[in-house]
Protein backbone atom coordinates (compact mmCIF):
# COMPACT_ATOMS: atom_id res chain seq x y z
CA UNK A 1 0.00 0.00 0.00
CA UNK A 2 1.68 3.64 -0.73
CA UNK A 3 1.90 5.81 2.08
CA UNK A 4 -0.44 9.17 1.70
CA UNK A 5 0.05 10.82 4.66
CA UNK A 6 2.77 11.15 7.33
CA UNK A 7 1.60 12.08 10.43
CA UNK A 8 3.42 12.81 13.97
CA UNK A 9 2.74 11.91 17.19
CA UNK A 10 2.05 14.26 19.90
CA UNK A 11 5.37 14.07 21.41
CA UNK A 12 7.14 15.33 18.53
CA UNK A 13 5.69 19.03 18.04
CA UNK A 14 8.77 21.02 18.04
CA UNK A 15 9.59 21.93 21.48
CA UNK A 16 11.71 25.38 19.86
CA UNK A 17 10.97 27.61 17.61
CA UNK A 18 12.94 28.49 15.19
CA UNK A 19 14.71 31.67 14.15
CA UNK A 20 16.56 32.42 10.96
CA UNK A 21 17.91 35.73 12.55
CA UNK A 22 20.53 33.43 13.57
CA UNK A 23 21.61 32.48 10.28
CA UNK A 24 20.64 35.20 7.88
CA UNK A 25 23.75 36.77 5.53
CA UNK A 26 22.35 39.59 6.32
CA UNK A 27 19.60 41.14 8.70
CA UNK A 28 17.03 43.81 8.05
CA UNK A 29 17.81 46.98 8.86
CA UNK A 30 16.36 48.03 12.24
CA UNK A 31 12.91 49.69 12.42
CA UNK A 32 12.72 53.22 12.89
CA UNK A 33 10.15 55.54 14.95
CA UNK A 34 7.36 57.02 12.70
CA UNK A 35 8.30 60.54 14.07
CA UNK A 36 11.85 60.55 14.55
CA UNK A 37 12.57 58.39 12.01
CA UNK A 38 15.51 56.64 14.52
CA UNK A 39 15.71 53.20 15.00
CA UNK A 40 13.07 52.25 17.78
CA UNK A 41 13.77 50.77 21.19
CA UNK A 42 12.05 47.88 23.49
CA UNK A 43 9.98 50.89 25.66
CA UNK A 44 8.58 52.21 21.84
CA UNK A 45 6.95 48.99 21.26
CA UNK A 46 5.90 48.01 24.89
CA UNK A 47 2.67 50.42 24.78
CA UNK A 48 1.24 47.86 22.38
CA UNK A 49 3.44 44.37 22.96
CA UNK A 50 4.44 42.13 25.79
CA UNK A 51 8.42 42.57 26.72
CA UNK A 52 8.55 38.72 25.94
CA UNK A 53 7.51 39.27 22.10
CA UNK A 54 9.43 41.97 22.11
CA UNK A 55 12.48 40.25 22.72
CA UNK A 56 11.79 37.85 20.26
CA UNK A 57 11.22 40.65 18.06
CA UNK A 58 14.73 41.28 18.05
CA UNK A 59 16.56 37.81 19.15
CA UNK A 60 19.10 36.52 17.23
CA UNK A 61 19.31 33.20 19.63
CA UNK A 62 18.65 30.38 16.60
CA UNK A 63 16.34 28.43 18.96
CA UNK A 64 13.17 29.81 21.26
CA UNK A 65 11.55 27.69 24.09
CA UNK A 66 7.90 26.99 23.45
CA UNK A 67 6.42 27.55 26.73
CA UNK A 68 4.28 23.98 28.11
CA UNK A 69 0.82 26.28 28.22
CA UNK A 70 1.59 26.62 24.59
CA UNK A 71 2.80 23.22 23.71
CA UNK A 72 -0.66 21.81 25.30
CA UNK A 73 -3.03 24.01 22.95
CA UNK A 74 -0.72 23.11 20.12
CA UNK A 75 -1.99 19.98 20.45
CA UNK A 76 -5.80 20.03 19.81
CA UNK A 77 -4.32 20.32 16.15
CA UNK A 78 -0.25 19.54 15.89
CA UNK A 79 1.71 18.51 14.43
CA UNK A 80 -0.25 18.61 11.35
CA UNK A 81 -0.31 16.43 8.76
CA UNK A 82 1.62 15.76 5.47
CA UNK A 83 1.04 14.61 2.48
CA UNK A 84 1.35 13.27 -0.81
CA UNK A 85 -0.39 14.27 -3.59
CA UNK A 86 -0.70 11.23 -5.37
CA UNK A 87 -3.58 11.57 -6.83
CA UNK A 88 -2.94 15.41 -8.30
CA UNK A 89 0.28 14.24 -9.88
CA UNK A 90 -1.64 11.80 -11.52
CA UNK A 91 -3.62 14.14 -12.70
CA UNK A 92 -0.87 15.86 -14.10
CA UNK A 93 0.92 13.20 -15.55
CA UNK A 94 3.92 14.42 -13.58
CA UNK A 95 7.25 12.84 -13.10
CA UNK A 96 7.54 14.82 -9.74
CA UNK A 97 6.64 14.07 -6.10
CA UNK A 98 4.62 16.92 -5.28
CA UNK A 99 4.09 16.91 -1.01
CA UNK A 100 1.75 19.36 1.11
CA UNK A 101 1.98 20.40 4.65
CA UNK A 102 -2.07 20.79 5.70
CA UNK A 103 -3.12 23.65 8.57
CA UNK A 104 -6.58 23.63 8.13
CA UNK A 105 -6.81 21.11 10.73
CA UNK A 106 -6.47 23.91 12.97
CA UNK A 107 -9.84 25.04 14.66
CA UNK A 108 -9.92 28.76 12.73
CA UNK A 109 -8.79 26.49 9.70
CA UNK A 110 -5.67 28.10 8.97
CA UNK A 111 -1.69 28.61 10.01
CA UNK A 112 -2.63 31.63 12.02
CA UNK A 113 -3.17 29.88 15.40
CA UNK A 114 0.53 29.34 15.57
CA UNK A 115 0.83 32.84 16.26
CA UNK A 116 -2.31 33.80 18.47
CA UNK A 117 -2.05 31.11 20.77
CA UNK A 118 1.52 32.32 22.07
CA UNK A 119 1.03 35.70 21.78
CA UNK A 120 -2.28 35.54 23.72
CA UNK A 121 -0.12 33.63 26.09
CA UNK A 122 2.62 36.00 26.26
CA UNK A 123 0.23 38.86 27.08
CA UNK A 124 -2.08 36.52 29.50
CA UNK A 125 1.49 36.85 31.47
CA UNK A 126 2.07 40.28 31.03
CA UNK A 127 -0.98 40.93 32.71
CA UNK A 128 -2.94 42.32 29.84
CA UNK A 129 -6.89 41.94 29.86
CA UNK A 130 -7.90 42.87 26.31
CA UNK A 131 -6.09 42.45 22.82
CA UNK A 132 -7.26 44.87 20.01
CA UNK A 133 -6.67 43.56 16.45
CA UNK A 134 -7.36 43.59 12.91
CA UNK A 135 -8.90 41.37 10.33
CA UNK A 136 -9.41 41.32 6.66
CA UNK A 137 -11.59 38.48 5.54
CA UNK A 138 -11.64 37.19 8.86
CA UNK A 139 -8.57 34.63 9.35
CA UNK A 140 -6.73 36.59 11.88
CA UNK A 141 -9.31 37.88 13.86
CA UNK A 142 -11.09 33.97 14.30
CA UNK A 143 -7.47 32.95 15.25
CA UNK A 144 -7.20 35.33 18.07
CA UNK A 145 -10.58 35.46 19.34
CA UNK A 146 -10.23 31.47 19.46
CA UNK A 147 -6.98 32.23 21.55
CA UNK A 148 -8.54 35.06 23.95
CA UNK A 149 -11.11 32.17 24.33
CA UNK A 150 -8.50 29.75 25.30
CA UNK A 151 -6.59 31.73 27.36
CA UNK A 152 -9.35 34.16 28.84
CA UNK A 153 -8.66 37.25 27.60
CA UNK A 154 -10.92 39.82 25.96
CA UNK A 155 -10.67 40.48 22.00
CA UNK A 156 -11.85 43.42 20.10
CA UNK A 157 -11.65 43.29 16.50
CA UNK A 158 -11.37 45.74 13.68
CA UNK A 159 -12.66 44.09 10.68
CA UNK A 160 -12.74 45.76 6.92
CA UNK A 161 -15.84 46.82 6.34
CA UNK A 162 -16.42 45.29 3.05
CA UNK A 163 -15.48 42.03 4.51
CA UNK A 164 -17.67 42.56 7.65
CA UNK A 165 -20.98 43.46 5.28
CA UNK A 166 -20.12 40.57 2.74
CA UNK A 167 -18.24 37.82 4.56
CA UNK A 168 -20.18 36.98 8.01
CA UNK A 169 -19.31 33.71 8.58
CA UNK A 170 -16.11 34.20 10.14
CA UNK A 171 -17.31 37.08 11.75
CA UNK A 172 -20.23 34.62 13.44
CA UNK A 173 -16.85 32.32 14.31
CA UNK A 174 -15.55 35.25 16.07
CA UNK A 175 -18.57 35.99 18.05
CA UNK A 176 -18.76 32.71 19.12
CA UNK A 177 -15.26 32.30 20.58
CA UNK A 178 -16.86 35.39 22.57
CA UNK A 179 -14.95 38.29 20.70
CA UNK A 180 -16.36 42.24 19.92
CA UNK A 181 -16.12 42.70 16.55
CA UNK A 182 -16.66 46.48 14.67
CA UNK A 183 -16.63 47.24 11.30
CA UNK A 184 -13.64 49.32 9.78
CA UNK A 185 -13.52 52.06 9.42
CA UNK A 186 -15.72 52.56 12.71
CA UNK A 187 -16.59 55.46 14.65
CA UNK A 188 -15.34 53.74 17.93
CA UNK A 189 -11.25 55.68 17.15
CA UNK A 190 -10.17 59.07 16.16
CA UNK A 191 -8.55 57.37 13.26
CA UNK A 192 -11.88 55.46 12.07
CA UNK A 193 -13.87 58.55 12.51
CA UNK A 194 -11.63 61.08 10.36
CA UNK A 195 -11.91 58.52 7.26
CA UNK A 196 -15.38 58.10 7.84
CA UNK A 197 -15.66 62.17 7.82
CA UNK A 198 -13.86 62.41 4.45
CA UNK A 199 -15.47 59.56 2.84
CA UNK A 200 -18.51 57.90 4.60
CA UNK A 201 -18.74 55.25 2.31
CA UNK A 202 -14.89 53.89 2.77
CA UNK A 203 -14.84 50.13 1.92
CA UNK A 204 -12.08 49.88 4.58
CA UNK A 205 -8.68 48.39 4.47
CA UNK A 206 -6.15 45.99 6.57
CA UNK A 207 -4.09 49.34 7.14
CA UNK A 208 -7.10 51.50 8.24
CA UNK A 209 -8.16 48.69 10.58
CA UNK A 210 -4.40 48.38 11.73
CA UNK A 211 -4.63 51.71 12.55
CA UNK A 212 -7.61 51.80 14.36
CA UNK A 213 -6.00 48.42 16.23
CA UNK A 214 -2.75 50.25 17.04
CA UNK A 215 -5.28 53.21 18.45
CA UNK A 216 -7.16 51.21 20.71
CA UNK A 217 -4.53 49.57 22.46
CA UNK A 218 -1.84 52.55 22.61
CA UNK A 219 -4.74 54.73 24.62
CA UNK A 220 -5.83 51.72 26.92
CA UNK A 221 -3.35 50.84 29.61
CA UNK A 222 -5.15 47.16 29.89
CA UNK A 223 -4.75 46.96 26.38
CA UNK A 224 -2.03 45.17 23.43
CA UNK A 225 -2.32 44.96 19.87
CA UNK A 226 -1.95 41.84 17.89
CA UNK A 227 -0.63 41.20 14.61
CA UNK A 228 -0.99 38.27 12.59
CA UNK A 229 2.13 38.30 10.24
CA UNK A 230 4.83 40.40 9.03
CA UNK A 231 6.62 41.05 12.62
CA UNK A 232 9.35 38.41 13.43
CA UNK A 233 7.98 37.29 16.12
CA UNK A 234 5.26 36.02 13.82
CA UNK A 235 7.45 34.32 11.65
CA UNK A 236 9.36 32.47 14.78
CA UNK A 237 6.31 30.99 16.00
CA UNK A 238 5.31 30.03 12.38
CA UNK A 239 8.23 28.14 12.34
CA UNK A 240 6.74 25.09 13.65
CA UNK A 241 5.44 24.34 10.42
CA UNK A 242 8.76 23.87 8.55
CA UNK A 243 10.34 22.12 11.69
CA UNK A 244 7.18 19.40 11.41
CA UNK A 245 7.75 19.02 7.99
CA UNK A 246 11.74 18.63 8.61
CA UNK A 247 10.78 15.56 10.76
CA UNK A 248 8.13 14.11 7.81
CA UNK A 249 10.70 13.96 5.53
CA UNK A 250 13.50 12.34 7.64
CA UNK A 251 10.79 9.69 8.08
CA UNK A 252 9.82 9.11 4.60
CA UNK A 253 13.43 9.81 3.55
CA UNK A 254 14.13 12.60 0.65
CA UNK A 255 13.75 16.75 1.02
CA UNK A 256 11.94 19.22 -1.14
CA UNK A 257 13.80 20.87 -4.14
CA UNK A 258 11.10 23.42 -4.36
CA UNK A 259 9.08 25.00 -1.78
CA UNK A 260 6.22 26.78 -1.94
CA UNK A 261 3.59 28.83 -0.28
CA UNK A 262 1.24 31.82 -0.86
CA UNK A 263 2.69 35.62 0.18
CA UNK A 264 0.45 37.89 2.02
CA UNK A 265 2.53 38.91 5.22
CA UNK A 266 4.83 36.21 4.32
CA UNK A 267 4.43 34.23 7.50
CA UNK A 268 2.53 30.86 6.57
CA UNK A 269 5.71 30.75 3.74
CA UNK A 270 8.92 31.83 6.48
CA UNK A 271 6.90 28.94 8.82
CA UNK A 272 7.53 26.04 6.00
CA UNK A 273 10.28 27.08 4.55
CA UNK A 274 13.17 29.02 6.84
CA UNK A 275 13.94 25.85 8.69
CA UNK A 276 15.03 24.17 5.16
CA UNK A 277 16.25 27.87 4.13
CA UNK A 278 19.24 27.23 6.86
CA UNK A 279 20.22 24.26 5.23
CA UNK A 280 19.93 26.53 1.35
CA UNK A 281 22.28 28.91 3.11
CA UNK A 282 24.84 26.97 4.51
CA UNK A 283 24.98 25.47 0.86
CA UNK A 284 22.59 22.90 0.04
CA UNK A 285 20.56 23.09 -3.28
CA UNK A 286 16.82 24.74 -2.85
CA UNK A 287 14.61 26.97 -4.23
CA UNK A 288 11.67 28.64 -2.35
CA UNK A 289 8.90 30.52 -4.02
CA UNK A 290 6.82 33.07 -3.06
CA UNK A 291 3.40 33.22 -5.18
CA UNK A 292 0.95 36.85 -4.96
CA UNK A 293 -1.76 37.88 -6.12
CA UNK A 294 -1.03 40.17 -9.90
CA UNK A 295 -3.89 42.49 -8.18
CA UNK A 296 -0.96 43.14 -4.73
CA UNK A 297 1.75 42.46 -6.28
CA UNK A 298 4.12 43.39 -3.20
CA UNK A 299 7.65 41.09 -4.20
CA UNK A 300 7.07 41.71 -7.78
CA UNK A 301 6.37 44.83 -8.12
CA UNK A 302 7.00 46.87 -4.80
CA UNK A 303 10.55 48.87 -3.94
CA UNK A 304 12.58 47.48 -1.12
CA UNK A 305 12.38 50.77 1.21
CA UNK A 306 11.13 51.85 4.57
CA UNK A 307 7.27 52.23 4.86
CA UNK A 308 4.34 52.38 7.88
CA UNK A 309 2.57 49.37 8.13
CA UNK A 310 -0.49 51.12 8.21
CA UNK A 311 -2.08 53.61 6.38
CA UNK A 312 -2.30 56.25 8.64
CA UNK A 313 0.93 56.14 9.40
CA UNK A 314 1.20 55.20 13.39
CA UNK A 315 3.15 52.19 13.24
CA UNK A 316 7.17 52.50 12.86
CA UNK A 317 8.59 52.32 9.65
CA UNK A 318 10.08 48.92 8.48
CA UNK A 319 12.06 48.01 5.61
CA UNK A 320 9.85 46.64 3.64
CA UNK A 321 8.97 45.73 -0.27
CA UNK A 322 5.99 48.04 -0.19
CA UNK A 323 3.09 49.15 -2.95
CA UNK A 324 3.24 52.21 -0.55
CA UNK A 325 0.95 52.58 3.17
CA UNK A 326 -2.26 53.79 1.54
CA UNK A 327 -2.60 51.44 -1.88
CA UNK A 328 -5.88 50.20 -1.94
CA UNK A 329 -5.56 46.91 -3.32
CA UNK A 330 -8.93 45.65 -5.43
CA UNK A 331 -11.23 43.46 -3.60
CA UNK A 332 -10.28 39.89 -5.11
CA UNK A 333 -11.05 36.78 -3.11
CA UNK A 334 -7.75 36.15 -1.84
CA UNK A 335 -8.42 38.52 0.92
CA UNK A 336 -5.37 37.57 3.12
CA UNK A 337 -3.34 37.97 0.22
CA UNK A 338 -4.01 42.56 0.05
CA UNK A 339 -1.50 43.88 2.83
CA UNK A 340 0.72 46.53 1.01
CA UNK A 341 4.41 44.97 2.10
CA UNK A 342 5.65 42.02 3.65
CA UNK A 343 8.01 40.80 6.24
CA UNK A 344 10.84 42.22 6.58
CA UNK A 345 12.60 39.32 7.49
CA UNK A 346 11.25 37.59 4.19
CA UNK A 347 11.96 41.09 1.88
CA UNK A 348 15.50 40.92 3.23
CA UNK A 349 16.01 37.23 2.06
CA UNK A 350 14.56 38.08 -1.27
CA UNK A 351 16.29 41.02 -1.54
CA UNK A 352 19.67 38.53 -0.88
CA UNK A 353 18.37 36.08 -3.90
CA UNK A 354 17.32 33.44 -1.35
CA UNK A 355 13.76 33.51 -2.02
CA UNK A 356 12.05 34.39 -5.48
CA UNK A 357 8.72 35.30 -6.15
CA UNK A 358 5.65 35.21 -9.01
CA UNK A 359 2.28 36.83 -9.51
CA UNK A 360 -0.64 34.82 -10.47
CA UNK A 361 -3.92 36.13 -11.86
CA UNK A 362 -7.30 34.85 -9.76
CA UNK A 363 -8.51 32.50 -12.72
CA UNK A 364 -5.65 30.73 -13.20
CA UNK A 365 -5.49 30.44 -8.98
CA UNK A 366 -9.42 29.10 -9.35
CA UNK A 367 -8.65 26.88 -11.69
CA UNK A 368 -5.81 25.24 -9.87
CA UNK A 369 -7.90 25.07 -6.49
CA UNK A 370 -10.77 23.31 -8.31
CA UNK A 371 -8.16 21.05 -10.16
CA UNK A 372 -7.09 20.28 -6.86
CA UNK A 373 -10.46 19.41 -4.92
CA UNK A 374 -11.07 17.44 -7.54
CA UNK A 375 -7.90 15.04 -7.21
CA UNK A 376 -7.38 15.21 -3.72
CA UNK A 377 -10.88 16.38 -2.22
CA UNK A 378 -9.74 19.31 0.14
CA UNK A 379 -11.55 22.37 -1.00
CA UNK A 380 -8.33 25.01 -0.55
CA UNK A 381 -8.58 28.49 0.98
CA UNK A 382 -8.73 30.93 -2.11
CA UNK A 383 -4.97 31.81 -0.74
CA UNK A 384 -3.51 28.78 -0.21
CA UNK A 385 -4.64 28.04 -3.61
CA UNK A 386 -1.94 30.46 -5.31
CA UNK A 387 0.77 27.72 -3.50
CA UNK A 388 -1.23 25.21 -5.50
CA UNK A 389 -1.12 26.87 -8.72
CA UNK A 390 2.84 27.51 -9.03
CA UNK A 391 2.96 23.82 -7.42
CA UNK A 392 1.26 22.38 -10.30
CA UNK A 393 3.91 24.91 -13.09
CA UNK A 394 6.61 23.65 -11.14
CA UNK A 395 5.31 19.84 -11.96
CA UNK A 396 4.66 20.21 -15.13
CA UNK A 397 7.77 22.19 -16.02
CA UNK A 398 9.69 18.71 -14.21
CA UNK A 399 7.60 16.77 -15.99
CA UNK A 400 8.96 18.53 -19.76
CA UNK A 401 12.64 18.88 -18.59
CA UNK A 402 12.03 14.98 -17.73
CA UNK A 403 13.53 15.60 -13.83
CA UNK A 404 12.02 14.29 -10.90
CA UNK A 405 11.74 17.02 -8.65
CA UNK A 406 10.32 17.00 -5.21
CA UNK A 407 7.58 19.62 -3.79
CA UNK A 408 6.57 20.85 -1.13
CA UNK A 409 3.54 23.54 -0.60
CA UNK A 410 1.75 24.96 2.02
CA UNK A 411 -1.64 24.26 2.42
CA UNK A 412 -2.28 27.38 4.64
CA UNK A 413 -6.15 26.68 4.91
CA UNK A 414 -9.33 25.32 4.11
CA UNK A 415 -12.04 26.99 2.13
CA UNK A 416 -14.59 26.39 3.62
CA UNK A 417 -15.92 29.47 4.63
CA UNK A 418 -15.00 30.73 0.94
CA UNK A 419 -17.57 29.06 -1.02
CA UNK A 420 -18.67 32.47 -2.42
CA UNK A 421 -15.61 32.51 -4.12
CA UNK A 422 -16.12 29.22 -5.50
CA UNK A 423 -19.41 30.14 -6.63
CA UNK A 424 -18.42 33.51 -8.17
CA UNK A 425 -15.88 31.37 -9.92
CA UNK A 426 -18.33 28.27 -11.22
CA UNK A 427 -20.53 31.18 -12.45
CA UNK A 428 -18.06 32.57 -14.81
CA UNK A 429 -17.90 35.71 -12.67
CA UNK A 430 -14.26 36.33 -11.67
CA UNK A 431 -11.92 38.54 -13.45
CA UNK A 432 -8.10 38.75 -13.42
CA UNK A 433 -6.79 42.33 -12.30
CA UNK A 434 -3.53 43.27 -12.97
CA UNK A 435 -2.60 46.29 -10.18
CA UNK A 436 -1.54 49.38 -12.78
CA UNK A 437 2.07 50.63 -12.53
CA UNK A 438 1.49 53.84 -12.48
CA UNK A 439 -0.59 53.76 -9.39
CA UNK A 440 1.92 51.78 -7.66
CA UNK A 441 4.21 54.60 -8.63
CA UNK A 442 1.94 57.05 -7.16
CA UNK A 443 1.42 55.73 -3.80
CA UNK A 444 5.18 55.26 -3.70
CA UNK A 445 5.67 58.92 -4.23
CA UNK A 446 3.92 59.53 -1.04
CA UNK A 447 6.10 57.25 1.04
CA UNK A 448 8.51 58.93 3.87
CA UNK A 449 11.43 59.70 2.93
CA UNK A 450 14.68 58.98 5.13
CA UNK A 451 18.00 60.46 5.81
C1 LIG B 1 -3.67 34.98 6.21
C2 LIG B 1 -3.52 33.86 5.30
C3 LIG B 1 -2.50 33.81 4.33
C4 LIG B 1 -1.55 34.95 4.09
O1 LIG B 1 -0.79 35.37 5.17
P1 LIG B 1 0.74 35.05 5.31
O2 LIG B 1 1.19 35.83 6.48
O3 LIG B 1 1.44 35.44 4.06
O4 LIG B 1 0.83 33.58 5.55
C5 LIG B 1 -2.39 32.69 3.54
N1 LIG B 1 -3.24 31.64 3.68
C6 LIG B 1 -4.24 31.66 4.59
C7 LIG B 1 -5.15 30.47 4.68
C8 LIG B 1 -4.41 32.74 5.44
O5 LIG B 1 -5.38 32.74 6.34
New binding site residues.
Given amino acids: MKETKVVLPDREIPRQWYNIMADMPNLPKPPLHPGTKQPIGPGDLSVIFPMALIGQEVSTERWIDIPEEVLDIYTLWRPAPLFRAHRLEKALGTSAKIYYKY??VSPA????PNTSIPQAYYNKQAGIKRIATETGAG??GSSMALAGSLFGLEVTVYMVRVSYNQKPYRRIAMETWGATVHPSPSTVTNSGRKILEADPECPGSLGIAISEAVEDAATHNDTNYAL???LNH?LIH?SVIGLEAKKQFELIGGSPDIII?????????A?ISFPFLRDKIHGKELRVIAVEPTSCPTLTKGEFRYDFGDTAGLTPLLMMYTLGHDFMPPGIHAG??RYHA??PLLCQLYHDGLIEAVACGQTAVFDAAVKFARSEGIIP?P??AHAIVTAIDEAVKSKEEGKEKTILFSL??HGYLDLTAYADYLSGKLEDYVYPDEMIKESLARLPVIG
Fill in positions: EGGSHKQWGSVVQGSCGGGSNLGGLDAAESSG
